[in-house]
């Protein structure tokens, strides 16, 4: 097994009085894909949210248990949030390219870090649409707006625009669900590149997704972790009932 | 012909009916103000100093200090409002504090506008001190404005999608960044609605210059914010009501450059937005 990068303990959240996430203790482990997944409702957008603190300006939440990036609790007082959120980038279920052309969706990241030396940030947005395996595609248009991109183009610049800031780990909330399985492809092609240098938590958008490309997976019902192991074990072998009824297709 | 087109028919023509009696009046004063008041306006009327007893030469101090009226307002309420809005909108949460804020904007804009003169009176020209003097109208003005400003650029704030606070969030910015770099640009459009509808209710106001500001005859320019100088609303109401035999030509005058003052600022302000909503893209 790989280094642990991220280890949750205990983990309690509720919104109110709705409780998202029960006594969640997993851990996830450096340079492969964690998979996360289970029906809607379960809790794996909020562990996500979590894991880099997005969750801080929702009003009445309660939580319990901790956060461990590299064996520092990430909740702990006198923690730095923005460099937390620097190390732990995120993409949304929707692209939503913010306004601007392709260049500067990729630039924004930089910039509000302070990098402002033009050689610098080219070379940032040559790197990174590469390894969003979208450069070839959007070379010629870099100062076009971003907004013109189809879907799959536009999940992949956010993607782009995350890994512009080289973060450690990598949460991607069901980053394909609006997208054409040629698109879809090519982001779970990236993805494989990626994890040799990222930490990924993906929650995917189906079952067959998270069976590709799941080096480890976690399955979620009701705020609750059921199981997680590697992939090849839980998709082949489950240890619960509920996790083999849930993949076979008998509820979901 | 079948009961329910028939239902219809005359159902579409009562509602355009009730649209078109909003374009009457409206086409009714622009005529009337145009037809009679054209023939005085003329380059004399617009950049001379009023005489005979304002029965004769132009209205030029009125129209400066309607404009320096409306830019002072504007300096003051503008950052405040904004600042507001941005604070309401961004960062406030729901505590006690926030609703009496909230309460007193909306009552602030219930206040009728002859109190915010008196207010004005009370607390800038005589308890600050500052006079009869452009700065104090300029700021009974711009208290008179701030509920507009603030609670449609509130409005235009809330209106930006939460997602792009969240990815700024998720860079690795802060909330500030945010709304700098995404909230504010994206909500500008609503926001200088927001600020114009204020101004021109400001610059077509009688009662809070009343007693801060205007002055019944006064054939100068204005040397500083605590000169007292003449303005359009308050020259009109002056030269229809105070003084008698007043050519008409003059009155009509008087009201149709108002008039073309506020229409052109709409029309600016118009321009402005249509620009930033042009470059939005959401």
Redesign the interface.
């Known amino acids: 097994m790989n280094d642990i990068k991220i280890r949750i303990e205990n983990l309690t959240y509720s919104y109110g009085d709705k409780v998202a996430l029960r006594d969640v203790t997993m851990d996830i482990p450096a340079n492969a894909i964690t998979v996360v997944f289970g029906p809607a409702g379960g809790g794996k957008t909020t562990l996500l949210r979590l894991i880099?603190r997005?969750n801080d300006?929702i009003?009445g939440t309660r939580m319990s248990g901790r956060v461990l990036l590299d064996g520092k609790d990430i909740y702990a007082p006198g923690t730095d949030v923005?460099?937390l959120?620097?190390r732990v980038?995120?993409v949304?279920a929707?692209p939503?390219p913010?306004?601007g052309t392709i260049r500067e969706n990729v630039e924004?990241?930089p910039r509000?870090?302070g990098i402002r030396d033009p050689a610098r940030l080219e070379e940032i947005v040559v790197r990174s649409l590469t390894q969003a395996a979208l450069w070839d595609e959007v070379k010629d248009r870099l100062d076009t707006?971003?907004?013109a991109l189809s879907g799959g183009q536009q999940q992949r610049l956010c993607l782009a625009?995350?890994l512009a800031?080289e973060p450690e780990v990598l949460l991607l909330d069901e980053p394909t669900s609006g997208l054409d399985p040629i698109s879809t492809g090519r982001i779970e092609e990236t993805l494989f590149e990626l994890k040799q240098r990222y930490t990924i938590v993906l929650v995917p958008h189906s079952i067959q997704q998270a069976a590709r490309v799941a080096d480890y997976a976690a399955f979620f019902l009701m705020g609750e972790l059921v199981e997680w192991q590697p992939g090849d074990l839980l998709f082949t072998n489950p240890r619960d009932r509920r996790t083999e009824d849930y993949i076979t297709g008998r509820f979901g | 012909m079948n009961r329910r087109y028939l239902v219809q028919r005359v159902g579409f023509a009562l509602l355009g009916l009730a649209a078109l009696l909003v374009v009457v009046p409206i086409l009714l004063v622009v005529g009337t103000i145009i037809a009679r008041g054209a023939a005085a306006v003329n380059w004399e009327f617009l950049t001379a100093m009023p005489r005979d007893g304002m029965k004769a030469g132009g209205i030029l101090p009125a129209i400066v200090g309607t404009l320096l009226l409306t830019l002072g307002t504007a300096l003051a309420a503008i950052p405040v409002g904004v600042g507001g809005a941005i604070y309401l909108a961004e960062y406030a949460r729901d505590t006690w504090l926030t609703r009496l804020i909230r309460l007193a904007i909306i009552n602030l804009a219930g206040i009728p506008s002859v109190v915010y003169g008196l207010f004005g009176l009370g607390l800038f020209v005589l308890f600050l001190q500052f006079g009869t003097s452009i700065l104090a109208g300029s700021l009974t003005l711009a208290i008179m404005t701030l509920p507009v400003i603030i609670s449609t650029a509130e409005e235009a704030l809330r209106a930006v999608p939460t997602e792009f606070r969240t990815v700024i969030l998720s860079l690795g910015g802060t909330r500030w960044q945010a709304v700098r770099y995404v909230v504010l640009p994206q909500a500008m459009p609503g926001i200088i609605t927001g600020v114009i509808l204020g101004l021109l209710r400001a610059a077509g106001e009688t009662a809070p210059i009343l007693f801060t500001v205007a002055a019944f005859y006064l054939p100068r320019l204005p040397r500083s914010p605590f000169d007292p100088t003449m303005a359009l609303p308050y020259h009109l109401y002056v030269i229809s009501t105070q003084v008698p035999g007043m050519p008409e030509e003059i009155k009509y005058g008087t009201a149709l450059v108002l008039l073309a003052l506020v229409l052109s600022m709409n029309v600016v302000a118009t321009l402005i937005r249509s620009y930033y909503r042009r470059r939005r893209e959401w």
């Open positions: 880099n997005l300006l009003e923005i460099d959120r620097r980038g995120m949304f929707l939503l913010l306004p924004y990241g509000l870090a707006p971003a907004s625009r995350s800031l």
